[in-house]
């Protein structure tokens, strides 16, 4: 393999979360008197950290979202996970296979730590991430799609950028991983192809089978 570090993003990746919190976001942004479609929600939010949706809301209405937004937003969140969060089919062939090959991989995530925790327990993916592994915005000063946090990341693994791919699924963390000059596979799960290569994805993929058939 030409990598020496894989770096993942979790949410849609890892785990087949986005769906689930979309939906949530955009019923709790319209709750709000700010109506978004799950539509909207994927296309705005999809793969950024918690301040964009703070930023976007204030830029586009001059209203704040409330003090305990983030709380009650992924209080409703982590329920959901509990009873239907599931991990992306066949990402463990992956991990196993990372593992198998002695290659060095990761977790890098818009997500809070307890978001991350709270689904790879779920889905018993905690088994492949010890703690040294996951990084998450809060990490980092700025989320996607600035480069922080995959620099970040690749920092702390000890692997220099350019010898790190990253594996995303929205155009926020595929901008990301390339203004931190890092090459990107992007997973076209929910996301059109053609607005992954339009952020710069360096690859295409549909499905964990043939990503990891892409990883060797």
Known sequence: MRYDLVIFDNDGVLVDSEPISNR???????????PTSYEDSIRDYMGAAMHRVHDLVLERTGQRLPDDFDDVFHGRVFAAFE???RPMAGVDGVLEKLAADGV???VASSGSHERIRVGHRTTGLDRWFARDRVFSSQDVGRGKPAPDLFLHAA???GVAPERCLV????????QAA???GMDVYGFTAMTPA?????AGATQLFSTMGELADLLV
């Open 194 to 198: 053609d607005r992954l290569c339009g």
């Open 155 to 157: 920092e702390r693994m």
């Open 24 to 34: 949530l976001l955009a019923g709790y942004l319209t709750e709000l008197g700010h």
């Open 167 to 174: 594996v995303e699924d929205s155009p926020l963390g595929v």
């Open 178 to 180: 390339v203004a931190a």
């Open 83 to 85: 009873r239907d969060l």
């Open 104 to 106: 060095p991989y990761c």
